[in-house]
């Protein structure tokens, strides 16, 4: 009886000592590591027979370990940080005050037959310069609930940013109905009731990776907006290496546009509210990030564009790691904001396969090639 016992000692602590090796082996992958899980703009999914298959949260970042059992809920105490004298401009759509204004967001959801795509007014429609300025970080918990040390000490765009730093990038918004790539150059009357503008993804995505100097940048982007515009897959640029110089290996990712919601108001500004899911894949590693973003764009009399944006930051519901922990205490409401203001002007006009155009008229060169312009 004695031997049993002793015997079944000796079993449980191998069996400790097993588990707690594995734990180590598993988190040692990212703890000289220093990218942050949510470092890469976007990401991919893993899917099998039907069922999302989450990443292992609580070794992709050790910000992110389990809580220990009966440690009990995480104190909340909300931190705001804006620049100097900046205030919150007004906002002219009730869908832009309710989801910029607020501190306090559940996930928008997608109404029953609505869009699959964000359609814009037509005075979106062309090349622009856009200057991005963050003015504000807010969350709305504390920085304990924010789901990577990235996210708390710079953005979603680059871990190092700072709040009152701007950051040029250029955007493109091309019309549906003019993209033929049989066409190579097409007129188009914004008069049109439908003109179906909408954000050149493809560009937009690699354009905002560089700008912003990501640490390693969307090279690539797979995006067929006439059969899924909901899906995108990113190629990224050269993997970086840990502080000891190993390789962490190519990363792939792919981005799901889950729900949007949008607003003209009536003197004219729009604003588009939309959620992601972003899943990116690499060496030992799978990785999620629920956000949406919100911006609300107002003409000016000179033709320019001020706009208010906004990115909000959600918990995925992983009920094996810390995060998974915190959106339950949360009750799965965003739990970091990032305000920009953004000034636009338009670029001017392109032609196809040149970088500046005489042409006077405003023009896009859409994800076919082809060459738009508006009509004179």
Known sequence: MAFNNRLLSLLEAVFFLRCLGLLLTCCAFDTK?????????KGASIAAG?????PNSACADPYNALIPIGSGALRQQPYVEKADDWVMPPLQTKLGDSRISSTSLS???????????VYYP??????????????????PFGKD??????????????????????????LHYFSMIADDAKIPNFDLNLTDPQPRIIADRRFNSISTSHAYEQLTPIEEVDWDYRVDPTRLTFRFGAAPVSEDMRPLGQRRGEAYLTARQTELSKNGAFCAAERSRSVSVGP???????QESITEFQLQPDGSVKGISRIAVYLT??????????????????????????RMTRKGGRELDQEESVNPRECVVSPRKTLQCIAS
């Open 122 to 139: 037509s005075f979106l429609f062309g090349a622009w310069k856009v200057e991005a300025t963050l003015q504000q970080k807010q969350f």
């Open 317 to 342: 519901p992983n009920p094996n790691s810390r995060e998974g922990v915190l959106w339950q205490q949360v009750g799965g409401k965003a739990v970091a904001f990032y305000d920009y203001d953004w």
């Open 145 to 170: 609930f924010v789901p990577s040390k990235s996210l708390v000490q710079g953005s979603p765009r680059n871990r190092n940013e700072k709040v009152g730093n701007t950051v040029n990038v250029e």
């Open 107 to 117: 996930p928008i959801q997608q109404a029953p037959f609505a869009s699959q795509d």
């Open 284 to 290: 030992g590693t799978v990785t999620a990030a629920d």
């Open 50 to 54: 039907g069922m999302l298959l989450g």
């Open 33 to 41: 590591q220093p990218v942050g899980r949510r470092d890469m703009l």
